[in-house]
Each structure stands twice: as C-alpha cells, then as structure tokens.
C-alpha cells in the first residue's frame, strides 16, 4: 500500500519567516495531494490540496509544490504568523471509483510560529 | 450544515466493554470515513464507506465495525474493547464523484477514547 513520510516532526519559526513542510510517497499511482492542518484539540481541516497534473498550486500565503517524478511535495507558508501554530499533515491518495476517498497520511508536523 | 458531528467528546471504557461511536453528516455526502489518530502515528484509516449500504475495510481494521444503513449516518463499534484500542478517533465525509470539490474530505472534532 501507499506509504507517506513528513519532514520535519517539528518546526519552530520567528513571525514573518517561512515555513516548508515536505512529504515523500511511495505510490506512483498516487494522483490527490491535500495538506490538512490541526489545531488543538479540532479535527483536521483542508487547508491546499493539489493533483498531479500540476506542479503548483498557491492560495495567499500557502503554496504546494509537487514533484511526481521524485514522488514528493512541499507545503511553503509564508510570511507565518502566531495563528498558523498547528500540527500540518499531508496526506495521499488516488482515484478509486472516480473519486480520492482514502488517504494515507504522513505522520504530522508541529509548527510552532514565535512571536 | 452542522457539517460533521460526533458523540462522545469523550468516553472511558474498561477493557472488553463495547460501545459505539456515532458519526452523522448533513451534507448529503456519499463517501464516509473513520480514522484513529494516535501520539506520533498520523491518522490511520480504519473503516471507509462509498455509499449507504457499502463498506470497507481500511489500514487498521481489526476490533471494529462498521455499518451505513443511511447516507447521514456511519456508527463505528467496539465489541471487546482493548487498551490498544485508546486513541482519539476522527469521522470524516467526502461528496464524491467528479469536480475539484469532490475529494474534500470533511473531519468532525473527535471522540477520544481511554480503554482500562
């Protein structure tokens, strides 16, 4: 089955620096991308996702890059502020019926934003 | 949308006692989902449904079981619970089918699990 690693298992950054997430995969059928983030105590909540017919996909300060050819993605913040303190998970998964329904996770990162 | 709901928040067992956890959508969501989430370990996929009357297994199984007689609804039970079995347990729902939108899964806020 699909494997998922996430590096690192934790970051701290200063307001205003950047963060990167990465995740590697083992599935080259692998085909949906999405990053989830985790606040204390609340589920997971979608926060980028993207498939793999494109390389980049950005939304404000949150951008995913993915490299199909080396089987990984990243997930870049910028400009990080207090409230993007959470522990981040990607996840992978490819179409089965039509539809990406079962995920495989990597193992969660703790991002801590210092003010 | 209430969106996700699940009961209990929180649930303390003694080993081999059952119990059920419920789940509910009120987003007309075909695909439903139970994973575990312990200490280290990410989120693991125990029991999917694609659709009411449909299920599956996932990564970790065993212990649980599952059922959807309707689309709102996927109880995930306990028969013998195990001290392994102390996780917090997350439902999740997907609509499916075509379109960007279709894969997003929705997570509800959990129910953690002590099993003595």
């Known amino acids: 089955g699909e494997n998922v690693e996430q590096h690192p298992s934790t970051l701290s950054v200063q307001e205003g620096d950047s963060a990167v997430i990465k995740c590697t995969y083992s599935?080259?059928?692998?085909?949906?991308f999405p990053w989830y983030k985790q606040e204390l105590g609340k589920g997971p909540q979608l926060i980028i996702d993207?498939?793999?017919?494109?390389g980049e996909k950005k939304d404000q300060r949150i951008a995913v890059t993915l490299n199909k050819t080396a089987k990984h993605f990243s997930l870049h913040i910028t400009e990080t502020q207090p409230e993007d303190s959470a522990v981040y998970f990607c996840?992978?998964?490819?179409?089965?019926?039509?539809?990406?329904?079962?995920?495989?996770f990597g193992k969660g990162t703790l991002l801590t934003v210092n003010p | 949308n209430a969106g996700v709901t699940q009961t209990p928040k929180f649930q303390v067992l003694k080993t081999g006692q059952s119990m059920t956890l419920q789940c509910a959508q009120d987003?007309?969501?075909?695909?439903m989902s139970w994973y575990r989430q312990d200490p280290g370990m990410g989120l693991r996929l125990i029991h999917y449904?694609?659709?009411?009357?449909?299920?599956d297994q996932g990564e970790v199984p065993n212990g649980y079981n599952v059922s959807r007689s309707t689309t709102e609804d996927f109880p995930l039970r306990l028969l013998s619970a195990a001290p392994s079995q102390t996780s917090v347990y997350f439902c999740?729902?997907?609509?499916?089918?075509?379109?960007?939108?279709?894969?997003?899964?929705?997570f509800g806020p959990g129910t953690r699990l002590t099993v003595l």
């Open positions: 999740a729902s997907s609509h499916g089918g075509q379109g960007a939108w279709a894969d997003t899964q929705y």
């Open positions: 599935d080259s059928a692998s085909n949906y």
């Open positions: 993207i498939r793999s017919n494109v």
């Open positions: 996840a992978a998964s490819k179409h089965s019926g039509g539809s990406n329904y079962k995920l495989t």
């Open positions: 987003m007309n969501h075909e695909y």
């Open positions: 449904s694609v659709g009411a009357g449909i299920t």
